[in-house]
């Protein structure tokens, strides 16, 4: 039996803030930055890692500062928060009312691929930059062509299929994984299908065989069956584009069915700090969606950061990817001041000194540089295989659950 | 038919109202207009529901299956075929949905009913995402030309027919048959109504202009995803804002809607960490203090005042 | 073999989640969708008391229950009897509970995101492999089912031969003539409508032991306890019980033979058709 001692006072941390109730300052010699995110409904668990701690991480540490560089002066940034409840209709009003009511000077991508697409015409109609981070599709450019201030930051669907595949790919080369059998199973849920989907053909050209291929509806409480089944295909490898609740739930049935493989994978959150603080060893060598690099210095000093200011651990993916977007735009605001259109043009022809390494983006909009795998190797969440990051560590072979 | 004079001014009125809502694009900001195309949606929403439960006394949570078919036939279909014609589709979609579900439950009666428009929701939700899955397709993208104020006009043009059915079926055979079904159901059987027909034909009805309504407004979403398109909270929302405004009256819905939509988004504006709190507490208040809803309270007040002038 | 024990376990978890609706809405006629809130909340409970001071869920569910059979009490005290009196028939009771115990699961989910905030929450506790007849189940959850089991033949015993819970079984049949034998309507209610709160908070406390949950993931819970306690026949604890294992078997068939991404579009086809051909659930009575 393990305890957690840290979520438990993360929880009183995130209480008292919460009841703390925050209060706006209105100053026209601010900066607006709106925000639209849910802090209910089925997307909240993943914003409340992921996207709402780095909102409050950067403003607070761009007003520590003394504010945003504009026109050679400083403005300190005042965050207009909305909660969308994770329904488009709701992100829809909310950036109506941030770019017309409010009058925010920026609005922070919505958080999901759903919500993102649909606030992008609004983004587009008041010629805010909206740099999307938690949206991977494979319409990048679709959307980019359509939406021309949209830009991509952590990569798009297939660029994480293949990331996948070259990973295990990797392995039978150096004969770690020493067969070609894959099962795998998607949440059936828009991202979960467009993954598996994806992957399938992807898998085949490398070679590998899909001895176990099923979805599961999201919210479905027991996975032992699939798990069972999936067991009883004797893969060499598991992979399952999974979301939150269920990428917990299989991994503990993967433990109580001691499923034997040598490459594990588990998609969404298998970065978040809590899948490491709930697993302990047995997360040992499991392979998760995204990663970072854990040992250079700036994403040290943005961990430690995190964790000062929110009272949390960022988690091993979009949340530096979050925080870069917020750079990326601080940094065009510096460059060329309060003018959108400008931070677009900006944005597209720059490059920027991001917490992740320098970023900058492609003709269709799209950071091309990004963190694709990333696995538990003895209690810290590094990056295995990325499209063009440094700092990638060697694969190691899935080793029991104990 | 002809029209008393009463009925005359509530046409001209009417005329009047639908001429300055629906010109709102033109004189609007873009800001009241999204609000306002919130209104319009749920104004035909809480409208057409009300339509079917006011006289029969369902309570239908089938508004978000019809609304998610909807969405999901433009989703679909909007790349091959023209927008006009995938409304009419998610109506006749809509309609014949709800006369097999009308069929097979409406013999059930009060919290079965219920718990069934609500179950069904979730099964087409689960159906749509098993045969995306076993496709291979994805979330849909819904790129249009289509401006809020084109969707705007259409809701409100949608509305207006809706106002237009229920003042005729309230004039017709059906509306008075519906009458005397809400009164007692047995009575109406006795007078020889076929009580289970005319309930299913209102359903219908109510299906047939959710499914439109989604229909209408799957462009405004861009992206349609089973979770997204089928949120059974929507269902919710419209039986609260029909039951505040009150459903007894064909224009109940539509001043309960206007209250609720301003302070939904009041809270929304003001409190965004404490939305859902809110949103529970308006609930509560509107249950436990205006349990007649709007309509009611208006009634009472004029009823009292013209008893007031006549003493 | 597997496949039946593996649908049995999810089955008593499903028991669980629904044995409380059933007391709250058979006895005390109020459809509760607050129900799955207050699940939640007693898996954040368990959560609380297991990662701060490493208290076994099994012992915290002697703290939930009273807990929540106090709140629970209060609720129906409060906010629920002024509607029971105001109800000319059992029609618009319904209604209105629906629509208050709504806008209460709204209320309850604000307060959880307020005081826990919108992250899952899940922690390890027995999640280590038993093994029973040469098959491999979560210790978990074979825990849960026990008490589960546990928990129903208890209350079985108490309802079917306990002259308190007898008066409850009276007042499920027949609030009226429950009236006319001296039973005390209004304290009863209460009482049932509490201890349904308690049940299921217990439930909660339990399921957090191999769930992930989020402040926001009481509704899920809600609609399966509504199709349960529908199916089973409402106000019939053995119904609840054979309804939930039914479910869980089924499902478990479903995601072993067919597709698992049929389980839920199975449970509720299931209920569509319990419903169609015996609208008063497996064991309830004929409507008069």
């Known amino acids: 039996m393990k305890m957690n001692r840290r979520t438990a006072l993360k929880l009183g941390a995130a209480s008292t803030a919460a009841l703390a109730a925050p209060s706006i300052v209105v100053a026209s010699d601010m900066v607006k930055i709106g925000a639209v995110a849910p802090k209910t409904g089925p997307l909240a668990g993943g914003a409340t890692v992921t996207q709402w701690p780095n909102i409050a991480l950067w403003a607070n540490q761009v007003n520590a500062k003394g504010g945003l560089m504009v026109d050679g002066g400083q403005k300190m940034v005042e965050v207009i928060e909305y909660d969308d409840q994770t329904n488009p209709g709701e992100t829809i009003k909310a950036v109506q009312r941030l770019a017309t009511q409010d009058n925010a000077d920026f609005i922070v991508a919505p958080y999901g691929t759903g919500l993102n697409i649909a606030a992008a015409p609004l983004f587009d109609r008041y010629n805010y930059p909206h740099l999307a981070v938690s949206a991977i599709t494979d319409q990048i450019e679709d959307l980019s062509s359509q939406f021309g201030g949209m830009f991509f930051l952590l990569g798009s669907t297939t660029a994480f299929v293949q990331g996948v595949v070259d990973v295990l790919q990797g392995m039978q080369a150096e004969g770690s994984l020493t067969g070609n059998k894959v099962a795998m199973v998607n949440v059936a849920d828009a991202f979960g299908i467009e993954l598996a989907t994806a992957a399938r053909p992807l898998f085949e050209a490398a070679g590998f065989e899909i001895v176990y291929d099923t979805s599961y509806p999201l919210g479905t409480q027991d996975l032992s069956p699939v798990m069972k089944a999936a067991k009883a295909a004797e893969p060499n490898a598991f992979v399952a584009w999974s979301y939150p609740p269920d990428t917990f739930g299989l991994t503990e049935q993967a433990i109580i069915e001691d499923l034997q493989v040598e490459a594990y994978y588990t998609a969404v959150a298998t970065c978040f700090p809590a899948f490491g603080g709930r697993f302990g060893a047995a997360a040992n060598g499991i392979l998760g969606a995204g990663g970072v690099n854990p040992d250079s210095d700036k994403f040290k000093a943005y961990a430690a950061a995190h964790m000062e200011v929110t009272g949390n651990a960022p988690d091993g993916w979009a949340s530096a990817t979050t925080y870069a977007s917020l750079q990326v735009l601080e940094q065009s605001i510096a460059a060329v001041g309060m003018d959108r259109e400008a931070v677009v043009e900006h944005v597209k022809a720059s490059t920027f000194d991001t917490v992740l390494g320098d970023m900058n983006f492609n003709a269709n909009n799209a950071n091309e540089r990004f963190w694709t795998v990333g696995q538990w190797q003895n209690g810290v969440y590094q990056g295995v295989a990325e499209t063009g990051r440094e700092g990638a560590k060697p694969v190691m072979v899935k080793q029991g659950w104990a | 038919m002809s029209l008393t004079g009463k009925e005359i001014q509530g046409v001209i009125l009417a005329a009047i109202a639908l001429l300055v809502v629906g010109a709102l694009p033109y004189y609007g900001s873009d800001y009241l207009l999204s609000l306002g195309i919130t209104i319009a949606m749920f104004t035909v929403l809480a409208t057409s529901w009300a339509l079917f439960s006011g006289p029969t006394h369902y309570i239908s949570l089938a508004t978000a299956a019809f609304f998610g078919l909807g969405t999901y036939t433009t989703g679909l279909g909007f790349e091959s075929l023209p927008f006009w014609s995938l409304v009419l589709m998610a109506g006749a979609l809509g309609a014949v949905l709800a006369a097999l579900v009308g069929l097979a439950t409406l013999r059930l009666s009060g919290v079965y009913f219920v718990i069934f428009t609500l179950g069904l929701a979730e099964l087409i939700r689960q159906l749509i995402t098993w045969g995306q899955n076993m496709t291979g397709q994805k979330g849909l993208y819904v790129l249009t030309d289509f401006t809020e104020g084109n969707l705007y006009m259409m809701l409100v043009a949608l509305a207006s027919a809706v106002f237009l059915v229920g003042w005729l079926i309230g004039r017709s055979r059906l509306g008075f048959a519906l009458r005397i079904i809400g009164d007692d159901e047995t009575v109406a059987a006795h007078s020889g109504i076929n009580t289970a027909q005319a309930k299913v034909l209102l359903f219908m009805v109510s299906g047939a202009v959710a499914a439109m309504t989604g229909a209408i407004l799957a462009p405004r979403y861009v992206y349609i995803e089973p979770a997204l398109a089928f949120t059974p909270l929507l269902s919710f929302q419209v039986v609260i804002m029909a039951l505040l405004g009150g459903v007894h009256r064909l224009w109940g819905p539509i001043v309960g809607v206007i209250p609720f939509t301003l302070i939904l988004e009041t809270i929304s504006a003001n409190f965004p960490n404490q939305v859902t709190l809110f949103i529970g507490i308006v609930f509560l208040i509107i249950v436990y203090f205006i349990p007649r809803g709007f309509a009611g309270l208006i009634e009472q007040a004029r009823s009292w005042s013209q008893s007031e002038s006549m003493a | ?288």
């Open chain 3, 1 to 288: 073999m597997d496949i039946i024990i593996i649908g049995l376990l999810l089955g008593g978890t499903y028991s669980l989640i629904a044995m409380g609706l059933n007391l709250q809405y058979g006895v005390a006629r109020i459809m509760n969708l607050a129900n799955g809130e207050m699940l939640v909340a007693g898996g954040f409970t368990a959560f609380w008391f297991y990662t701060a001071g490493n208290i076994s869920p099994l012992l915290t569910i002697f703290i939930v229950a009273p807990l929540a059979f106090a709140i629970n009490w209060l609720i129906y005290r409060i906010m629920l009897e002024p509607l029971v009196r105001r109800a000319k028939n059992r029609g618009q009771l319904e209604v209105d509970s629906i629509l208050a115990t709504f806008g209460m699961s709204f209320i309850a989910v604000g307060l959880m995101l307020a005081f826990f905030g919108g992250d899952y929450f899940n922690y390890s506790f027995l999640a280590v492999p038993v093994t029973l007849m040469g098959e491999t189940y979560a210790q978990n959850r074979v825990v849960a089912f026990l008490a589960a089991v546990v928990i129903c033949a208890i209350l079985y015993a108490w309802i079917t031969f306990s002259r308190p819970g007898l008066s409850l079984r009276a007042l499920s049949v027949s609030p009226e003539s429950a009236r006319l034998v001296g039973i005390n309507v209004r304290q009863r209610a209460a009482i049932a409508f509490a201890l349904g709160g308690a049940i299921t908070a217990v439930g909660g406390a339990l399921i957090s032991s191999f769930l992930t949950l989020d402040a926001s993931a009481g509704v899920a819970f809600t609609l399966k306890a509504l199709i349960i306690v529908i199916m089973g026949g409402v106000g019939d604890v053995r119904g609840t019980i054979i309804a939930a294992l039914l479910l869980g078997v089924v499902e478990t068939l479903v995601a072993s033979l067919i597709d698992p991404g049929l389980t839920l579009a199975a449970a509720y086809a299931l209920f569509i058709l319990v419903l169609l051909f015996r609208p008063q659930g497996l064991f309830g009575r004929k409507p008069t």
